[in-house]
């Protein structure tokens, strides 16, 4: 149904990553005219992998887009979780379709988000210098101005720093990770292996393509430190094409007191960006765009719906990233014990806190609504009157 430009509400999106194309999908469907402000030139092919759970796949399925991701990913399969000297601590877990977790290449998951969205609202290149409490958004070609405000800026807002001064300070984890992509299919054994600072992780994608990753706390911060573990990670560190390797610290942002200031609302990596460990970074971003969606003219609303969400997102990200690299040797062994005696089960319960997550329903109750249908029913009762002359 397409609404009268002039009724609708509008959104200035400020970032388009994964949560801001989430976003303006999301609040195409409540009736809103979305523009979403992306500083990069282009949606070009970065990032490597990422795992999506239940929970973003049901958001997903919210905006409509559920069915092409999966399409563009790979079911979710582990062949287990190892410690470096090759003792199991799970072993094979496979997905079967339905809302099983899959594996996606971030550029496909954008690049489906992006064509979701008429190319208009998007402008590309153009980065946001500042935004005002009162829906202002200016760039270096001008100033426009909001019904909402959605920061979805990423880990270093603009709009953060700016809005929530004081708030929201970047956390540095002291965990270097390495991601990279293989053009090839992975090894007969894909999985993760759980060190004691360290992790490794090989995970297949579609097209016949392999993601490997790697973690390391405090010190370790050369991807060489994996060179003699077992195979096939040794070999995966040795044919790595250094010019493939994302190479960063992990950071986290502590959550503002609220994610709502005037007509600005907060979401994704800008409001809590997470340790990765629970695959909850995009997942998380998805899950707020969607929800603001839902609450799109009632912001307090919002807030009130994901801060506790979000806090017990990252509480568990950070607990898990403890559990997977705990940097102390006699808890890696207890870990590794109680592992093997109680497979999955900590596993099961911590991402069974995490899967349970259902978006709320997005209606679209722009004013215009009723007009809208009006103006549609016009031709049928013109056509109506027509026949009957
Ligand atoms: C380039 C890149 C690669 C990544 N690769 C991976 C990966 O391989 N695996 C993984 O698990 N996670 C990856 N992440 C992180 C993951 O995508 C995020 O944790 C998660 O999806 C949250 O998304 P977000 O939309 O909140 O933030 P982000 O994905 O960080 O998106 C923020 C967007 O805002 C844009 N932006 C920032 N400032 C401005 C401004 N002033 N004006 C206009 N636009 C602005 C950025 O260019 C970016 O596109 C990556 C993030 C980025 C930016």
Redesign the pocket.
């Known amino acids: 149904m397409e609404h009268t430009a002039s009724s609708r509400q509008r959104a200035g999106i400020?970032?388009?990553?994964?949560?801001?194309l989430a976003a303006a999908i999301a609040l195409r469907k409540a009736g809103w005219d979305v523009t979403v402000?992306?500083?990069?030139s282009e949606f070009a092919e970065?990032?490597?992998?990422?795992v999506l759970l239940p929970n973003a796949l049901a958001a997903l399925d919210e905006i409509g887009v559920g069915d092409d991701i999966r399409a563009n990913s790979h079911p979710y399969s582990l062949g287990g979780i190892r410690n470096p000297r090759g003792r199991i601590l799970m072993s094979h877990r496979k997905g079967a379709g339905g809302r099983d977790p899959v594996i996606v290449h971030?550029a496909d998951l954008i690049d489906v988000l992006v064509r979701a969205l008429p190319a208009g609202c998007l402008r590309t290149g153009?980065?946001?210098n500042s935004v005002g409490v009162d829906g202002e958004v200016v760039t270096a070609a001008g100033a426009d101005r909001y019904d909402l405000v959605v920061a979805?800026?990423?880990?270093h807002s603009?709009v953060r720093q700016q809005i929530w001064p004081g708030e929201g300070s970047v956390e540095g984890s002291g965990v270097t990770a390495w991601?990279w992509i293989i053009d090839a299919p992975p090894p007969s054994w894909v999985g993760q292996v759980w060190g004691n600072r360290e992790e490794f992780g090989i995970l297949p994608l579609t097209g016949g393509r392999t993601w490997a990753y790697a973690g390391a706390r405090g010190g370790v911060d050369i991807l060489e430190h994996f060179a003699d573990w077992p195979e096939p990670v040794s070999q995966l560190v040795a044919n790595a094409d250094p010019t493939r390797i994302?190479e960063h610290e992990l950071l986290e942002i502590r959550p503002p007191k609220s994610l709502i200031r005037g007509k600005i609302a907060l979401?994704?990596?800008?409001a809590h960006?997470m340790h990765?460990h629970l695959g909850l970074?995009?997942a998380t971003?998805i899950e707020d765009a969607v929800t603001l969606a839902a609450f799109a003219t009632d912001l307090p609303g919002y807030n009130k719906d994901r801060r506790r969400r979000v806090r017990t997102s990252q509480w568990l990200s950070r607990r898990m990233s403890r559990v997977i690299m705990p940097a102390n040797r006699p808890f890696a062994a207890v870990r590794d014990v109680v592992m093997g005696l109680t497979p999955g089960v900590l596993a099961l319960s911590v991402f069974g806190v995490v899967n349970r997550w259902r978006p709320r329903p997005i209606t679209c109750r722009t004013e215009c609504d009723e007009r809208v249908e009006l103006q549609e029913e016009i031709p049928t009762i013109d056509k109506r009157i027509a026949n009957e002359k």
């Open positions: 400020v970032g388009g990553g994964i949560g801001g402000y992306e500083q990069a970065v990032g490597a992998g990422l971030r153009t980065a946001v979805a800026d990423g880990v603009v991601r994302i979401i994704g990596d800008a960006a990765p970074g995009a971003a």
